[in-house]
């Protein structure tokens, strides 16, 4: 069976609004790309900001990310950044995943 994208889309956005009509959730990506045969979507450059109400907002970056089949969850992989905003009660401090550690963590617990 053959891997191939049913379609791909460059500079993706994408705005998820409340019930309030207050924005929750922006993502956006350089390139999504779509793959029929497992379901399965790939973006690139993946960037989501949360905005909480009444709380700071929560930025996420990340190099890659995969969307699960209901495009509810975002997976995000590879060199993995979160900020929280000092304008709205955040420290302005990022963190940062580290995906080495994390995996031979995963290895180590599960022997996977």
């Given at each position: 069976m053959r891997h191939d994208p049913d379609f791909i889309v460059d500079k993706f956005h994408s705005t998820r609004i409340g019930?309030?009509?207050a924005t929750r959730y922006k993502?956006?990506?350089d390139r999504m790309t779509h793959y029929?045969?497992?379901d399965i979507t790939e973006l690139d450059a993946p960037r989501l900001i949360s905005y909480g109400?009444?709380?700071s907002t929560v930025t996420v970056t990340s190099r890659k990310a995969t969307l699960s089949k209901d495009g509810e969850n975002a997976y995000?992989?590879?060199?993995v950044r979160l900020v929280r905003s000092p304008e709205l009660g955040g420290y302005g401090?990022?963190?940062h995943w580290n995906d080495?550690?994390?995996h031979a963590l995963h290895t180590l617990l599960t022997g996977e």
């Open positions: 019930p309030d009509g993502l956006s990506a029929p045969d497992d109400s009444g709380k995000l992989k590879e060199d401090l990022d963190a080495d550690f994390h």
